[in-house]
């Protein structure tokens, strides 16, 4: 069992950056593939990145590749997501996700926070 904690998002203006942050308690928190999803209103969720236990190997949705980079510090039972050159298009609530397998879908995912709102404006 892991329970999951988003924080860090808000309100940015195009071209902005965010970082959103995910603490982990429970179980050992490197034992995890860890996952960010995103969905917006009327939306289904969608995955956005993710990363084996360690960090080796990172995934992206094409449309945030380049922009996004997601990283873990195991150290702190930590998994990031940072933002940059946000576009309106990134508004959506943020989820983390733990899974016990390295997978871009949703139902892989044993485990998630309670997301965390990004909104993307002027």
């Known amino acids: 069992q892991v329970q999951l904690v988003e924080s860090g998002g808000g309100l940015v203006q195009p071209g902005g950056s965010l970082r959103l942050s995910c603490a982990a308690s429970g179980r050992t928190f490197s034992s995890y593939y860890m996952g960010w999803f995103r969905q917006a209103p009327g939306k289904e969720r969608e995955f956005v990145a993710s990363?084996?236990?360690?960090?080796?190997?990172?995934d992206y949705i094409d449309s945030v590749k380049g922009r996004f980079t997601i990283s873990r510090d195991n150290a702190k039972n930590t998994v990031y997501l940072q933002m940059n050159s946000l576009k309106p298009e990134d508004t959506a609530v943020y989820y983390c996700?733990?899974?016990?397998?390295?997978?871009?879908?949703?139902?892989?995912?044993?485990?998630w926070g309670q997301g965390t709102q990004v909104t993307v404006s002027s």
């Open positions: 990363t084996t236990r360690y960090g080796v190997r990172t």
């Open positions: 996700a733990a899974s016990n397998h390295v997978s871009a879908s949703s139902s892989s995912y044993n485990f």
